[in-house]
């Protein structure tokens, strides 16, 4: 079964420095995409990044990026130069390919950027 | 912003009545699935709708009921209301093919069951 897992509830960080947050997941597939989301508090869901698995270049979006590591079902964001209005929950999520590509979200890790 | 727009913004309902939730998905997108948001946790799938049909479905009860039209817009029903359905729901849509089953997600629906 697949399953996405986010292990860090919360995290901070101050004005114009970098976070990373994490993501693990499990699959049998051997193509498939990957996909981070941003929620803030006015709760519409963002697309903030998406990854190909079989591509080997990280994919980046302006200040976001990955970190993919296929063989370790790792896939990491990265934040550069934070800003206020980062602040938010980023959901990973992965679409489940055997019914219809529903997506499987983790838990979510709940961001604060300081100033 | 994306395309998708959803109806009402927000929504209260006492237990045991009935609620429909509307869609509008994003231009050029026939597929159109439904999330469940409880507070402080990830969406959970509750269906899927691709051209008219039903193509998928979470673990959630019969009474959990939905529709899309032939322009791809689509509604929620949910009968008996019960107090655990109060959550924000969530509608997404995206293109059939090819996107690689990329969501755009809709503002969302808060519902309060008391």
């Known amino acids: 079964a697949q399953t996405v897992t986010q292990s860090q509830p919360e995290m901070s960080v101050q004005e114009a420095e970098t976070v990373t947050l994490s993501c693990t997941y499990d699959t049998s597939e051997s193509n498939y995409y990957l996909f981070w989301y941003k929620q803030p508090p006015s709760r519409q869901m963002i697309l903030v990044i998406r990854q190909e698995a079989y591509k080997q270049q990280n994919a980046t979006e302006n200040r976001f990026s990955v970190n993919f590591q296929k063989a370790a079902k790792s896939f990491s964001l990265k934040i550069s130069d934070s800003q206020l209005g980062d602040t938010a929950m980023y959901f990973c999520a992965f679409p489940f390919y055997n019914q219809g590509g529903k997506l499987i979200f983790g838990q979510g890790t709940e961001l604060s950027v300081k100033p | 912003e994306t395309g998708v727009t959803q109806s009402p913004t927000h929504l209260i309902k006492t237990r045991g009545q009935q609620v429909t939730l509307r869609c509008s998905s994003q231009s050029g997108h026939n597929t159109v699935s439904w999330y469940q948001q409880a507070l402080g946790q990830g969406p959970q799938f509750i269906f899927q709708y691709y051209r008219e049909e039903e193509n998928g479905r979470g673990n959630f009860p019969p009474r959990f009921s939905g529709l899309q039209f032939p322009n791809y817009s689509s509604e929620l029903n949910v009968n008996a209301l019960e107090l655990d359905d109060s959550a924000l729901y969530l509608c997404?849509?995206?293109?059939?093919?090819?996107?690689?089953?990329?969501?755009?997600f809709g503002p969302g629906t808060r519902l309060t069951v008391l």
């Open positions: 997404a849509s995206r293109a059939g093919t090819g996107d690689e089953y990329t969501q755009y």
